[in-house]
């Protein structure tokens, strides 16, 4: 069983203490937090003495392929969709799960569920295709002779491209919805009498009724993911490898999982060898402050402050919603940095100050106390 990892947990270990031995890495990103996420891994790569080669597609969100000073190596995929068609697929996807998913049926998200994955399926076939089929790419990435693929299993491609590069790899990673690609394609065990299916909002303390639930979220997402990569990726890969295979297969091959949180932050549940927790990657040394800043977090007194933010893509709420988050926060006594690009909310409290964009770990970092 150790017998086909032996060569990856060698190269791994030497990557982690040793200074004699320099990889070669190719990297199939994901975009938006992913990609900061995955981006301090393959710093740290490169200051071990590791290239790092990353395929990013012409149009995405936040992987800045133009930027000399990365120590990164890009070799820049050119792809059929504008920056323009991925900006709003991902501004519809938002807005609906910001501002109406709750007034809508069960049946109704599900459906919208489908029409999104259809969207960004789209947008990931094209990607692979103008890798796999551009035979003198292929030609030069085989013959840059790499060592291991980093992927994340939330965009299909990656696992497809060390098939073909004929190299082992990894997973950076946090989790799908219901758990359903650890599951179904990592072989990760998940009892549902007392293993919550993550996005469900349930606890490893169920209810019988909580637990028939949890079985039937189980059930529901494993016939939803089980079809629909059947009906849009397995053929695919099939065609390509030239042979017969399934995504979920493909996907399975993973030498490891790297899971982006700290195992005492999940409920008690059965994990593989194979899945390492490594929560934490991102933390650095804070930095000072911008000056404006620095002097907003040190007016906070005794009671600190809140970092406030929805995360690396939503940039605006409704007037609605924004108001009432501002009115909110206007009665807390601590001072709020808030990470909001949206229009100004006319509640907004003097204790509230607007960015648009905030250094979370420099903040972490200050003396203040924090929340």
């Given at each position: 069983m ?52 990353v ?9 800045d392929?133009?930027d ?51 969207v ?5 076939k ?7 089929m ?49 599951r ?11 293993v919550?299916a993550?996005?469900?909002?349930l606890?490893?303390?169920?209810s ?12 529901y997402?494993d ?36 899971i982006r949180?700290y ?19 991102h ?40 108001n009432?988050?501002?009115?909110a ?29 905030i ?12 929340l």
């Open positions: 150790m017998g086909p990892r032996f060569p990856w947990l060698l190269w791994a270990c030497a990557c982690c203490w040793s200074a004699g031995f320099c990889g070669k890495v190719v990297v199939w990103p994901t975009d938006a937090s992913h990609w900061i996420n995955v981006k301090v891994l393959l710093e740290e790569l490169v200051l071990r003495g590791h290239e790092v080669t395929l990013v597609p012409s149009s995405n969100l936040l992987i392929y133009q000399t000073s990365s120590p990164f190596t890009f070799e820049v995929l050119q792809v059929p969709f504008t920056q323009q068609t991925l900006h709003t697929a991902m501004e519809d996807f938002l807005n609906f799960w910001m501002n109406e998913v709750s007034n809508v049926s069960p049946w109704k998200i599900m459906w919208k569920m489908k029409e999104v994955l259809e960004f399926t789209n947008m990931s094209q990607t692979c295709d103008t890798l796999v551009n035979t003198q790419l292929i030609a030069k990435l085989q013959q840059a002779k790499f060592d291991v693929l980093i992927a994340d299993p939330l965009s299909a491609g990656g696992e497809l491209v060390a098939e073909i590069l004929a190299i082992p790899f990894a997973y950076s990673f946090r989790f799908s919805d219901g758990n359903v690609v650890e179904l394609c990592g072989g990760l065990p998940s009892p549902p009498s007392y919550p993550s996005t469900r909002g606890t490893d303390q169920m019988f009724v909580e637990r028939l639930q949890n079985f039937l979220f189980y059930f997402m016939l939803f993911f089980l079809k629909f990569w059947r009906d849009e990726w397995d053929g695919y890969y099939s065609n390509v490898l030239g042979r017969p295979t399934t995504l979920c297969e493909t996907m399975g091959k993973a030498e490891i999982w790297l949180t195992w005492d932050f999940e409920f008690p549940r059965p994990f593989l060898p194979n899945f390492e927790f490594v929560g934490g990657l933390c650095k040394p804070a930095k000072p402050l911008p000056k404006e800043m620095e002097e907003f977090v040190q007016s906070s007194g005794e009671h600190g402050i809140v970092v406030f933010s929805l995360g690396s893509m939503v940039y605006k709420l409704t007037d609605e919603k924004s009432v988050i501002a009115r926060l206007s009665q807390l006594p601590q001072k709020v940095l808030w990470r909001y690009k949206g229009k100004k909310p006319e509640t907004l409290g003097s204790n509230t100050r607007i960015y648009d964009w250094p979370q770990n420099d903040l972490l970092g200050c003396s203040r106390r924090l």
